[in-house]
RNA sequence: GGGCCAUUAGCUCAGUUGGCAGAGCACCUGACUUUUAAUCAGGGUGUCCCAGGUUCGAGCCCUGGAUGGCUCACCA
C-alpha cells in the first residue's frame, strides 16, 4: 500500500498525530504495563467490581456525550467497554482521549463498575496512547467483506472480524493436539529438507528454485515421505513430520500451492494399524476440542466415532457406480467398460488405472459420512506394498469426509527390487509426458537396500482437516496468508 | 487454463431508458456527564478497476485487459 492515496481520512490523523505530539504525549510509545486482559474483566466483575484495573487494545467504537464518552477497547481476548469523563480526567487528558481515532491502540488504567444498562465498564482514571492509527477501520457492523482485501491484508481482517481470529485459534489447537496425541505415544517429530534433488512422495509437479554456490537447481517437496522412510532405515521407530509441501499447481477453494501436511511412520504396524491411529486420532481431537463425538460441515453432521465403515475400492465401485470388476479381469474388457461409461481414457489405460477412475468420477462424491477405501490399484500405488493375495492391488487406504480426501495411508513397500521396478515405470509414465510421474530416486532405493523394517505410513492433509473442523468452505478460510496474485 | 459472475466514497452497498454521482457507517462542525449499531442539527469526502470505442452525452452499451469469487479441468 505504498501508493499514498492521502484522502482526507487519512490526512486528518496524520493532523492528529502531531496534535498528539504537541499535547506532549508520545503517539508510538512504549510498552505498557496491562495487568488484565478484557475477558477477564468481564468474567471476574464480582471480584474486580470498584478495583483499579489496566488494560490496552485497539479503540474499536467511541460515543462522545459531550463531557464524558464511551468507548470500546478490543484486545486479544475481546471487547470491554471504558468510560471517560471531564471531571475525572481533566482538561487536558480529556482533550487528548477526543483526539482519539477508532483504530488507535490505547493503555487505559481505572476502575470497574456497572453501567445503568449493567455493562461492566473501566471507567477512565488515565490513559496513554501507544500506538496512533493512521488509516480507518472498516465499518462496524458489516466489517470487511471483500475477500480479496480480506486475504491479502489479512491483519485487518482480524482486527474486524472475530470470527475468523476464532479460526486460526483452532487451527493451533487442533494442531497441538495431534502432537500431544503422537508425542504422547511416543513419536518423535523431525525436520527433513524442503529442498529436495529429487522429488518424490507424491504425484505432482515441483517448484523448482536454484542454488547458488552449488549451481544446482533444487525442488521444494511435494510429500516428506521418502526422507521420513530413510529414517526407518536409520532405526527410528516412530517417527512424524508436520509441515509445509509445496506443489505446482492449480489454486482453488481446496488447493493451495504449498499447505501443510502429517505425515507418520511407524516399524512394525501395517495399514490396519494407520487405520486405527487415523480414526482413533481424529476423533479425539473433537472430543477434546470441541467435545463432541461429531461434527458439522456445511449442514452435513459427521459421525466420527470409530470404527469407521471399510470398503475396498473393488466394493465401492461396485457399490456405487454398479460396475463388477470381480468379473472384469483383462484391461481390453477394462478399456471396453470404460468406453461405454463414457470416460475419456488413454489407449493403454490398464485395469487398475480404470477402477481409480471410475472411482473418482462415480463413487467419491457419495463419501460424506467418515469412510477408509482400502486396496488401492498398483499403478496409482507406486509406494505401497502390493498385496500378497492380489497383486494387481497394494494395501494401501484413504479416508474420506465430506467427500474429500483427508488421509493416505499404505503398509510399505519395502521390497527394494520391486520399488525401484516401480520407480522404472513412473519413470517411463515421466518420459512419455506425464509431470507428476514419480522420479526415480536411486539414493533412495540404495537405503531400502539396506533393509527397511516393515512399517505402516500416514499422511494427512492438515489444511483439509481444519477445514472440516472449522466448517470453512475454502482451503483460504483457514490459511492465514493464502496464495494471491500480487496487485498490479 | 476454460465458463459464469463481480469491481461505484475509508467500509457495506444502491444507482431507473444512456442525461448533474447516491445511502448507511466512518469522517468533519455544533449540542449532549451511564451510552451501546448512542441520539439530535448541519457537511459528500469519488481515477464509478484500467485502456480504447460507440454517442451530442457512458457508472450504464461495445472491444480488449487487470484483479477477485464460484465452477470445470488438475491435484491433496
Redesign the pocket.
Known amino acids: 500500500m505504498s501508493d499514498e492515496?492521502i484522502?482526507?481520512?487519512i490526512l486528518?490523523r496524520h493532523e492528529k498525530l502531531k496534535e498528539f505530539r504537541d499535547k506532549g504525549m508520545d503517539p508510538y510509545g512504549e510498552k505498557y504495563p496491562a495487568a488484565h486482559q478484557a475477558a477477564e474483566i468481564l468474567n471476574d466483575f464480582e471480584a474486580l467490581d470498584g478495583k483499579e484495573v489496566s488494560i490496552s487494545g485497539r479503540l474499536m467504537?467511541?460515543?462522545?456525550?459531550?463531557?464524558?464518552g464511551?468507548a470500546n477497547i478490543q484486545d486479544d481476548t475481546g471487547q470491554i467497554?471504558v468510560y471517560a469523563?471531564?471531571?475525572d480526567l481533566g482538561k487536558d487528558n480529556y482533550e487528548c482521549y477526543q483526539l482519539l481515532?477508532?483504530g488507535d491502540i490505547i493503555g487505559v488504567q481505572g476502575s470497574v463498575?456497572k453501567?445503568?444498562?449493567?455493562?461492566v465498564?473501566v471507567a477512565i482514571k488515565d490513559f496513554r496512547l501507544l500506538s496512533k492509527a493512521l488509516r480507518?477501520l472498516?465499518?462496524?457492523?458489516?466489517?470487511?467483506?471483500?475477500?480479496?482485501?480480506r486475504?491479502r491484508q489479512r491483519y485487518m481482517d482480524l482486527i474486524v472480524n472475530p470470527e475468523v481470529k476464532k479460526v486460526f485459534i483452532l487451527r493451533s489447537k487442533i494442531i497441538q493436539a495431534m502432537r500431544d496425541y503422537l508425542n504422547e505415544r511416543d513419536f518423535l517429530e523431525v525436520e527433513t529438507p524442503m529442498m529436495h534433488t529429487v522429488t518424490g512422495g507424491?504425484?505432482?509437479r515441483p517448484f523448482i528454485t536454484h542454488h547458488n554456490t552449488l549451481d544446482i537447481d533444487l525442488y521444494l517437496r511435494i510429500a516428506t515421505e521418502l526422507h521420513l522412510k530413510r529414517l526407518l532405515v536409520g532405526g527410528y521407530n516412530k517417527i512424524y513430520e508436520l509441515g509445509k509441501v509445496f506443489?505446482n499447481?492449480?489454486i482453488?477453494?481446496?488447493?493451495?500451492?504449498e499447505?501443510t501436511s502429517l505425515e507418520v511412520y511407524q516399524a512394525n504396524t501395517d495399514y490396519f494399524d494407520m487405520m486405527s491411529l487415523t480414526e482413533e486420532m481424529i476423533h479425539k481431537i473433537s472430543r477434546q476440542i470441541f467435545g463432541s463425538s461429531s461434527i458439522t460441515y456445511q449442514g452435513e453432521e459427521m459421525d466420527l466415532t470409530p470404527p469407521w465403515p471399510r470398503l475396498t475400492m473393488l466394493e465401492a465401485v461396485k457399490k456405487y457406480a454398479d460396475v463388477d470388476f470381480s468379473t472384469i479381469i483383462t484391461d481390453e474388457d477394462s478399456r471396453e467398460v470404460a468406453q461405454k461409461m463414457n470416460l475419456e481414457i488413454d489407449k493403454k489405460a490398464t485395469r487398475g488405472e480404470i477402477i481409480n477412475l471410475i472411482f473418482e468420477e462415480y463413487v467419491e462424491k457419495h463419501l460424506g459420512q467418515p469412510i477408509f477405501i482400502l486396496d488401492y490399484p498398483i499403478e496409482v500405488s507406486p509406494l505401497a506394498k502390493r498385496k500378497k493375495e492380489d497383486p494387481g492391488f497394494t494395501y494401501r487406504f484413504e479416508a474420506f469426509m465430506a467427500c474429500s480426501?483427508i488421509a493416505?495411508a499404505f503398509t510399505e513397500l519395502i521390497d527394494p527390487v520391486d520399488q525401484k521396478e516401480r520407480f522404472t515405470k513412473q519413470a517411463e509414465k515421466r518420459a512419455a509426458g506425464d509431470e507428476?510421474a514419480h522420479m526415480m530416486d536411486e539414493d533412495f532405493v540404495t537405503a531400502l537396500e539396506y533393509g527397511m523394517p516393515p512399517a505402516g505410513g500416514l499422511g494427512i492433509?492438515i489444511?483439509?482437516l481444519i477445514m472440516l473442523f472449522t466448517d470453512s468452505?475454502?482451503?483460504?478460510d483457514v490459511l492465514l496468508f493464502p496464495t494471491?496474485?500480487p496487485?498490479?
Open positions: 492515496t484522502n482526507e481520512l486528518r467504537t467511541k460515543r462522545g456525550h459531550g463531557k464524558a464511551f467497554q469523563r471531564l471531571d481515532d477508532i463498575f453501567t445503568r444498562k449493567g455493562e465498564t480507518p472498516p465499518e462496524k457492523w458489516h466489517g470487511l467483506k471483500d475477500v480479496d482485501l486475504y507424491a504425484d505432482a506443489r499447481e492449480g482453488s477453494t481446496r488447493h493451495n500451492p499447505f480426501e493416505n507428476e492433509g489444511d483439509r468452505p475454502s482451503i483460504r494471491m496474485r496487485r498490479d
